[in-house]
């Protein structure tokens, strides 16, 4: 199985591909739209800004590569973080910026939707299993995984929404629709929930 | 619940790691890789590697040397050590670390936070202060507390306020390596004062400083001279943390 | 960077090694800090020391514990202590991989002492090798613990009131000095004992060991030796601890010396008791760039049996080889007690090695010779 690992330049894309490699697959990162085709599976990671971000992928054609594999030939496709964040509707880091709307949320500053703790929220914090989904297999309700994000995720649709975490307020940590994952944490930071999770998104 | 952190924190200088006390005396004990090794098999919260020598002695960065230790480990890493430009900043974040520390290079240019935070994210920064009390007020230092800034702490926060970044780490040179408490007080300051997460540092002697440390306002705690020398080690502080029921992530319920 | 001392040529990389501002190393200095001593003062201290474990004694009972692995050090440390009229019980921890020469050795010892010997079940000791040394770089982790441990257990156990450890390191090779430094104990070990942080509960808690199979590594509650008054001490501390002359002295008591010339190493009376000391030295080298040559050459320097100029000559003829057999066994052999084949032992050499001291190609990679051997970038001459 080949896994793209998305690289629009923004950061650590190497710890990535180590928790794919230690699964035994194969990961290639991506720097070529043209390349993701080639994919079984798609990871869109993301560390940095939101803005930057979509220009960056609009630029060099993977929204276009995106549209195409992603809502048309449905191959799974999982983003983290910042890559989760992408596939919503908006957000309004800096500026309100359109994302990819591949999924019916927005991203939203923390402050606005009530937080009153120390931002941004850093450190292992647990989920909380709303719906059931095989991402979730041999891994157990209120498992920690690593989150470092000032902004989160609110859906619009309450069926998308795989898990909730808390930190002073629920926001969405992990969401899903059809072939598209989005998790708010790093999976590939986050141990052994984390490398059990990459392994579930592997065997979907 | 978001969880308290214990990060352990490895500093390197001339091939190996080193401890001191007052980020004096530094003594080469080892090398670093057995204790990534092993902090990984502890399933650790995070770690912070520190490479003083680059700071130092103005010495490049080894990218090499970063993705042989992100190789080995399977949480989060922090590295610093020498940072003054973003495109170091970049290429240590794509070599595998997870957030870059910065020190030394914010007393000559405070806007390299926000020049790297464009590029990164700001959550992927901390800023490393170090300081020591000087009749009873705190100032900063720089260069391992070797380069008194003659800046107050509170003036520099107030600086820091324009800057975007993730969290502060805050180390009080006085406590350093003498394993006789955190400064209670520093904490408490500086908390009360900023609202991003802070990790305490400098001064961990037992699992009840670091207890003290969390309720003081930090949301992490970083040591390194207890758990190099003693026989306290990470799990040990989330078992007793853990009873004095403060949220603390699993990897502690094992017997020993 | 390498820096050797300007007077023996140890290394500023080894851990715990500082050279001053004129480059001469601390150990060195201590060297010469202990011409300065009062030994009779020390004598004096130490007959208090055996004079206070006699008092505590229980009858008919031993009056101290030697621990000994089979080497020239611990011979010496047995007839030391019968000469100053004490009835040692020798415990001998085995070491991991016993040579014939080692083993020689100690049954010599067995002639003049009792003798205990213990020799944890080599199915767990040889998984505990590969572990230490895939994890630390460091295959000798359970002698560093067992060395000890198991003493410290039997004077425990069997209410033995005074433990006689040999050269008491930070004297010989440098490190803080303290008030304490002549007692060894819990924080002694935790701080000097080489464990590069690997603990117990480590392995028990990740690497799948029951605590009933590490009982040899298991450092007994520090509260009751406190409370049954028993004490290990350094040797070292109390009188001048000297290479040559212990040797000197375990060679009149029946003591050999190994017949050949030893891979890596000056001399053939050191190191002799364990075929793993090769692969342990050898990873001294990858992480520091020093090993068992420069050791040796440093103090035979100091005590003034060779010059400079000569243990410059033996460095650089003998330190750091690639370990491809050590006392005539083979690295082939010696690694598969230990089911690790050499491919995985030169993939657990290159990640502890430091590449920044090293010859390395365009592509990062490590330069060898023909016979292994790597080459460093400036060996400090």
Same mark, same amino acid.
Request: glycine share 6%.
């Given at each position: ?30 720097? =070529? ?6 994919? =079984? ?113 609110? +859906? ?7 898990? !909730? ?13 059809? $072939? ?25 | ?30 090398? %670093? ?69 910065? &020190? ?64 502060? #780490?805050?180390?009080?040179? =006085?406590?350093?390596?003498?394993? =006789? ?76 | ?9 140890? !290394? ?12 001469? +190393? ?23 020391? #055996? ?83 895939? !994890? ?43 008030? $304490? ?18 603990? %117990? ?44 002359? &212990? ?24 190191? #002799? ?20 040559? !420069? ?50 032992? &030169?993939?657990? +050499? ?9 010859? +390395? ?21």
């Amino acid at each position: 199985m080949k896994v793209a690992i998305i690289n629009f330049n923004s950061g650590n894309l190497y710890s990535i591909k180590k928790s794919i490699t230690d699964l035994k697959h194969e990961a290639f990162i991506c720097n =070529d739209s043209d390349d993701l085709k080639n994919s =079984d599976k798609i990871i869109l990671p993301g560390v940095g800004s939101f803005h930057q971000a979509i220009n960056y992928l609009s630029k060099f054609g993977f929204v276009e590569a995106l549209n195409e594999l992603i809502l048309k030939k449905e191959v799974p496709i999982l983003g983290i973080c910042l890559g989760m964040q992408l596939f919503c509707k908006s957000s309004s880091e800096n500026k309100f910026t359109k994302g990819l709307s591949f999924i019916d949320a927005e991203v939203l500053n923390f402050k606005d939707i009530g937080c009153k703790f120390k931002l941004p929220h850093i450190g292992w914090n647990n989920i909380n299993i709303k719906k059931e989904d095989y991402i979730f297999n041999k891994i157990p309700d209120h498992s920690d995984f690593y989150f470092i994000h000032n902004f989160a995720v609110k +859906c619009n649709q309450q069926e998308q929404i795989l898990a !909730t975490t808390n930190y002073n307020v629920d926001f969405v940590s992990i969401f899903k629709k059809k $072939n598209i994952y989005g998790v708010q944490f790093h999976p590939e930071k986050s141990s052994k929930s984390g490398s059990i999770l990459i392994k579930n998104f592997l065997e979907i | 619940m978001l969880k308290a952190r214990i990060i352990p924190t490895l500093l390197r200088k001339e091939l190996g790691l080193v401890k001191g006390k007052n980020f004096k005396d530094l003594r080469r004990v080892t090398d %670093v890789m057995p204790l990534i090794k092993i902090y990984n098999a502890r399933d650790v919260d995070e770690i912070i590697l520190l490479d003083i020598e680059n700071t130092i002695k103005s010495k490049p960065i080894n990218m090499n040397f970063i993705s042989g230790i992100a190789k080995e480990l399977n949480v989060p890493f922090c590295y610093g050590g020498g940072i003054t430009n973003f495109i170091d900043a970049k290429n240590i974040l794509y070599s595998g670390a997870d957030k870059i520390v910065l &020190n030394s290079a914010l007393y000559d240019n405070l806007n390299i936070i926000n020049e790297i935070s464009n590029y990164t994210g700001a959550q992927s920064i901390v800023i490393s202060i170090d300081v020591k009390k000087i009749d009873k007020k705190y100032y900063c230092f720089s260069h391992c507390g070797s380069k008194n800034r003659n800046i107050n702490l509170f003036d520099f926060l107030q600086n820091l306020s324009s800057q975007k970044f993730g969290e502060i #780490i805050l180390c009080s040179i =006085d406590k350093e390596g003498t394993m =006789d408490g955190y400064d209670l007080n520093l904490i408490k300051e500086v908390s009360s004062h900023i609202n991003v997460p802070i990790i305490a540092s400098g001064g961990a002697g037992s699992y009840e400083d670091m207890f003290k440390a969390l309720e003081f306002g930090a949301s992490a705690v970083a040591a390194g001279t207890i758990f190099h020398f003693t026989e306290l080690t990470p799990s040990g502080a989330k078992r007793y943390l853990h009873k004095k029921g403060i949220n603390i992530r699993d990897g502690f319920k094992f017997e020993y | 960077m390498i820096i050797r001392c300007k007077r023996c040529v140890a !290394t500023n990389s080894r851990p715990e090694q500082v050279l001053d501002k004129d480059g001469i +190393c601390n150990a060195c200095h201590s060297f010469v800090k202990k011409k300065l001593i009062n030994w009779k003062e020390k004598k004096e201290l130490f007959i208090k020391e #055996i004079e206070e474990a006699k008092k505590n004694k229980t009858k008919d009972n031993w009056d101290c514990i030697i621990p000994s692995s089979g080497g020239k050090d611990s011979t010496a440390q047995a007839f030391i202590a019968k000469e100053y009229g004490l009835n040692p019980l020798i415990v001998t921890a085995t070491t991991c991989d016993l040579s014939d020469i080692g083993k020689k050795n100690i049954e010599n010892l067995k002639k003049s002492f009792d003798t205990i010997e213990i020799s944890p079940q080599k199915k767990i000791r040889s998984r505990l090798n590969k572990i230490s040394l895939e !994890t630390l770089g460091d295959i000798s982790w359970p002698e560093h613990v067992a060395i000890f441990t198991q003493p410290i257990q039997i004077a425990s156990k069997l209410d033995i009131k005074l433990i006689l450890y040999g050269e008491q390191p930070q004297f010989e090779y440098g490190g803080p000095v303290r008030s $304490n430094s002549n007692v060894m104990n819990r924080e002694w070990m935790e701080e000097f004992g080489g464990f590069l942080g690997l603990r %117990v509960s480590d392995l028990i808690n990740h690497y799948d060991f029951k605590r009933e199979e590490l009982l040899p590594y298991i450092f007994p509650d520090e509260k009751l030796i406190n409370e049954k008054k028993i004490k290990a001490i350094f040797l070292g501390f109390y009188m001048d601890w000297n290479n040559e002359k &212990n040797f000197s002295l375990s060679k009149s008591k029946g003591f050999e010396s190994f017949k050949s010339s030893i891979e890596g190493g000056n001399v053939s009376y050191e190191k #002799i008791d364990n075929y793993q000391h090769g692969i342990h030295d050898y990873f001294k080298f990858l992480k520091y760039g020093f090993s068992r040559s !420069t050791d040796q050459a440093s103090w035979m320097i100091r005590q003034n049996i060779i010059t400079r100029e000569e243990g410059v000559k033996l460095v650089k003829e003998n330190d750091g080889k690639y370990p491809l057999s050590y006392l005539g066994k083979k690295l082939f052999d010696i690694l598969k007690e230990i089911d690790v084949t050499i491919d995985e032992f &030169n993939e657990i +050499c290159d990640k502890f090695t430091n590449k920044e001291i090293f010859k +390395c190609n365009q592509a990062g990679e490590l330069i060898k010779e023909d016979d292994g051997k790597l080459i460093l970038l400036d060996d400090g001459f």
